[in-house]
């Protein structure tokens, strides 16, 4: 894993309640990626009202196919589409985007309906985590409770900057191409949270 994430880390941000983790009795075969495997178990992946993730509330039941949310069919014109989804993992949505876990890599990818295609969007699940994680501890410096008016965009787009260039240093994957992380900072910058 690539990022410094603990189960710790996200309980100092997350209630206990928020954090879903997969065991691994529960885990599916198509799930081979060692890392990945334990990484669910111990650690998790938060899910965070109004944070651009919408992870799957269920993963302690066990982990689903892609295939078995999706046709294969649905993918055949998608750009970037491998020959084989059947080690894909479902973990939930972004945007307008599956989020979706190749079994065998560790990668995670965006199968994004809006313009069809399939694309690498972090190099591993600490990575995704850590930018779940960076979005909600940073969440009262671009989105404060209880203020009337926006942030002035020289703050906005001060802190979008800083998400940007935090993550990064982690992991560069999210910010190579087009991605749901261009339109969130785009969004933090522009004071739309």
Do not use: C
Request: overall charge negative; cysteine-free.
């Amino acid at each position: 894993m690539i990022a410094p994430v603990t189960a710790e880390l996200l309980q100092g941000v997350f209630p206990a309640e928020q954090i879903s983790r997969a065991p691994l009795d529960r885990q599916s075969a198509i799930l081979r990626h060692a890392e990945s495997r334990a990484f669910l178990a111990d650690i998790g992946i938060p899910r965070a009202e109004g944070v651009l993730f919408e992870i799957k509330d269920d993963l302690a039941d066990g982990l689903t196919p892609l295939l078995s949310h999706r046709s294969v069919a649905d993918f055949s014109k998608y750009e970037g589409a491998p020959s084989d989804f059947s080690h894909w993992v479902h973990l939930g949505k972004a945007i307008y985007s599956d989020i979706a876990l190749d079994g065998e890599t560790g990668i995670i990818y965006a199968v994004n309906d809006e313009v069809r295609a399939i694309q690498p969007v972090h190099t591993d699940l600490s990575s995704m985590v850590y930018g779940i994680w960076l979005l909600e501890k940073r969440r009262a410096d671009y989105a404060p409770e209880g203020m009337n008016e926006m942030l002035p965009v020289e703050e906005t787009e001060r802190i979008a900057d800083e998400i940007q260039a935090e993550l990064s240093r982690i992991d560069p994957l999210p910010f190579a191409g087009p991605s749901w992380w261009e339109g969130v900072v785009a969004d933090i910058a522009g004071g739309m949270w």
